[in-house]
């Protein structure tokens, strides 16, 4: 698999979050178990169309490279991610039930499902937990699951069970956005992680956004990954995106 190919993947697995500080519960902390969102505290950015520009940096066993990243977004139904060197090497088409990946410089493509990006990485994945994680947005239960909420004077820790993974996320009060959602596969105890800074008001909004994002990439067995990106530009709503992707004549289709 070549860098470019692996930057993406791992750009669109960023299903954890981390933040800066360890949530350390005091004696006043309260645990309730509720629905949320209504003891959540947390503001998501809203949108129909959001467009980011930035640079990316992937630190692996075998690659240590950085790239530029160009992301756009339909809320809740399209993400487009383009990375390149110079040249773009790698565009992938992400819908709700699809991941389509054109690689430019293997000539070479892949269109399935989740399945595929869920077996690279060793833990579940979904397509609400990619949006969410690229935005620093708040993931919601599953239906019929109940989080445990934990709260204190400065933050909030949410934990529930999706499917075999369990996904626990900080929220700090004073901004009332997601410092960390992090995701632990049961079985196999891979997970991920990552560290949301730079927080800032996005135009026309006072809602803050994460423009620097450190994801950890942690297997059971082996070495781990990291991956950085630092958001230069976020646009939100100027405009109606286009997700132009095709596949080439003579691209080989990966399995």
């Not at 487009?80 to 430019?104: C, F």
């Not at 989080?147 to 204190?152: E, M, R, V």
């Not at 596969?185 to 997970?191: P, R, W």
């Amino acid at each position: 698999m070549n860098k470019c190919f692996l930057l993406v993947l791992l750009c669109v697995a960023l299903v954890l979050g981390g933040c800066s500080h360890k949530l350390v519960p005091t004696k006043s902390a309260k645990t309730t178990s509720a629905k949320a969102p209504e003891l959540v505290k947390v503001t998501n950015v809203d949108f129909r169309y959001l467009k980011a520009k930035g640079k990316v940096k992937i630190d692996a066993p075998g690659v240590q490279q950085s790239a530029n990243l160009n992301l756009r977004m339909r809320k809740d139904s399209v993400i487009w991610l383009s990375v390149s060197l110079g040249i773009e090497g790698v565009r992938a088409y992400i819908t709700r039930d699809s991941i389509q990946v054109l690689n430019n410089l293997q000539r070479e493509y892949y269109s399935g499902n989740f399945d595929y990006l869920s077996k690279r990485l060793n833990v579940p994945i979904t397509f609400d937990q990619v949006q969410a994680a690229l935005l620093g947005n708040y993931l919601n239960a599953p239906d019929g699951t109940t989080p445990t909420i934990t709260t204190d004077a400065a933050s909030q820790k949410v934990q529930f069970n999706q499917a075999s993974v369990l996904v626990t996320q900080l929220i700090e009060l004073a901004r009332g956005r997601v410092t960390q959602l992090s995701v632990v596969d049961a079985q196999s105890q891979n997970q991920f992680s990552a560290d949301y800074s730079d927080f800032r008001p996005l135009d026309n909004s006072a809602t803050q956004f994460a423009f620097a994002t450190l994801v950890k990439s942690q297997p059971t067995k082996g070495a781990a990954s990291t991956l950085t990106i630092n958001y230069r530009d976020v646009d939100v709503d100027k405009e109606r995106l286009t997700f132009p992707f095709s596949v080439p004549k003579g691209y080989a289709r990966k399995k």
